[in-house]
């Protein structure tokens, strides 16, 4: 009886080591840019609306500390730094009303602040992403009287 030994088959070439070649991991790197760019567009227009409403919600807190400020002294502040420390014709002041803080939108700009105001005693306007009248979307102003 003769025995036959079973032919072995090669699967890879000897000579080729295993493992990505340069064209593979090119491919991969622009599609996880790709990928990002859209992640980050998308956050980024995200964090714009976050900013905007937190700004209109920012408007309607600092109204309400003037508010308190005119109740407390008989007239609005003749500038919003007056909420924050006591001026020398505010006779029953009882602040401070706002942190110094609460005085900045998201963005870091100061709020508008008329008095006395166009549309009422005082006129408080959030500007928006801009920081500036006027714009629309992001950019647009949001006052107290609206």
Not at 1 to 29: D, W
Not at 37 to 51: E, F, L, M, N
Not at 81 to 88: E, F, W
Not at 118 to 144: C, K, T
Request: aromatic share 10%.
């Amino acid at each position: 009886m003769q025995y036959t030994y079973p032919r072995t088959r090669r699967l890879r070439n000897p000579h080729r080591s295993a493992g990505f070649t340069l064209l593979e991991m090119l491919a991969v790197i622009v599609l996880i840019g790709i990928v990002g760019a859209i992640v980050v567009r998308q956050v980024g227009s995200s964090v714009d609306k976050g900013k905007y409403g937190a700004g209109k919600a920012q408007l309607t807190t600092l109204s309400q500390a003037v508010d308190a400020y005119a109740l407390d002294n008989g007239s609005p502040p003749a500038q919003l730094q007056d909420l924050v420390n006591k001026p020398a014709n505010a006779s029953n002041w009882q602040g401070p009303y706002v942190k110094p803080s609460q005085l900045k939108d998201p963005w870091g700009h100061d709020f508008g602040y008329k008095y006395p105001g166009e549309h009422g005693s005082y006129d408080l306007i959030f500007y928006g992403r801009d920081g500036r009248p006027g714009g629309d979307g992001y950019d647009a102003d949001v006052g107290n009287w609206q």
